[in-house]
T-cell receptor, first 113, second 107 residues
Framework: KAGVTQTPRYLIKTRGQQVTLSCSPISGHRSVSWYQQTPGQGLQFLFEYFSETQRNKGNFPGRFSGRQFSNSRSEMNVSTLELGDSALYLC????????????FGPGTRLLVL | AQRVTQPEKLLSVFKGAPVELKCNYSYSGSPELFWYVQYSRQRLQLLLRHISRESIKGFTADLNKGETSFHLKKPFAQEEDSAMYYCAASGNTPLVFGKGTRLSVIA
């Protein structure tokens, strides 16, 4: 089975721009979660999608949004980028919600200049 | 609030020595507990989870509900165990990660 894939792998943007990141889950997985990983804060939960609906959202400003499509693929969008948004953005998929094993993608490394 | 604490940022041990990576959690209800590992230049991957009670790569983890701990142990460290280790908890809320412990095994 192919693993979780994320595109693009690397991205450089400037302050004020917006960015869209994409995640394709493992085939058959319906739950997709997004995390932000930084050296200072570690892994922080952004949001969780299941059956095209956002089920949970972490403590991030409204500039961070996402969606899930009928094929379970997910995108996250960050508008009006700030320097502090520079991070590794990880996507993880699981079969279902709850205490399920999550399988992580390689991440998208975003640098905001 | 749900919280997972890994008190050590860095742990260095000699090859062949025992390893214990500490994890404490504060979580309402009975969470499922996980250890994830990230080797250099690889993606984050599951090492083990409490419910399966498996031993992966020689690692085991014991849940102590009284002390709310889920420490990761291995009797004899190998150089290939050098990596970043994250403890995580999940229940009806999203996965909550600790800040991670970097394990360095010295030859």
């Amino acid at each position: 089975k192919a693993g979780v894939t994320q595109t693009p792998r690397y991205l450089i943007k400037t302050r004020g721009q917006q960015v869209t990141l994409s995640c394709s889950p493992i085939s058959g997985h319906r739950s997709v979660s997004w995390y932000q990983q930084t050296p200072g804060q570690g892994l922080q939960f952004l949001f969780e999608y299941f059956s095209e609906t956002q089920r949970n959202k972490g403590n991030f400003p409204g500039r961070f949004s996402g969606r899930q499509f009928s094929n379970s693929r997910s995108e996250m969008n960050v508008s009006t980028l700030e320097l502090g948004d520079s991070a590794l953005y990880l996507c993880a998929s699981s079969l279902a919600r709850g205490a399920e094993t999550q399988y992580f993608g390689p991440g998208t490394r975003l640098l905001v200049l | 609030a749900q919280r997972v604490t890994q008190p050590e940022k860095l742990l260095s041990v000699f090859k062949g020595a025992p390893v214990e990576l500490k994890c404490n959690y504060s979580y309402s209800g009975s969470p499922e507990l996980f250890w994830y590992v990230q080797y250099s230049r690889q993606r984050l991957q599951l090492l083990l989870r409490h419910i399966s009670r498996e031993s992966i790569k020689g690692f085991t983890a014991d849940l102590n509900k009284g002390e709310t701990s889920f420490h990761l142990k291995k009797p004899f460290a190998q150089e290939e165990d050098s990596a970043m280790y994250y403890c995580a908890a999940s229940g009806n809320t999203p996965l909550v990660f600790g800040k991670g412990t970097r394990l360095s095994v010295i030859a």
